[in-house]
């Protein structure tokens, strides 16, 4: 799951690996090229800095689920119909 961690102009992307224990996320820090475990206290108390280079998570992006049958538009998203 890629995540977006940064200061006032957000530009960091890491990825947040799957499978990742109980004790933290397992996040692949490209700047060093290396997978770091990341305790869930860390990000709650936005001390993600000397793990990611960066303090504050600014964005997540998650998967959409599958569509609900018989809907029109996906889950999640809108529509914009003409009246």
């Avoid at 108390?45 to 599958?66: E, I, K, S, Y």
């Avoid at 809907?71 to 009246?83: E, I, L, M």
């Amino acid at each position: 799951m890629p995540f977006l961690v940064g200061s006032l102009v957000p530009r960091h992307w890491c990825l947040a690996l799957p499978g990742a224990p109980e004790s933290g996320w397992l996040v692949y820090e490209p700047s060093s090229s290396s997978v770091r475990r990341v305790p869930p206290q860390e990000v709650r108390q936005r001390n993600l800095r000397p793990l990611l280079g960066f303090d504050d998570l600014q964005a997540v992006l998650l998967p959409a689920g599958p569509a609900v049958s018989g809907a029109s538009t996906p889950v999640g998203t809108s529509s914009c119909q003409d009246s």
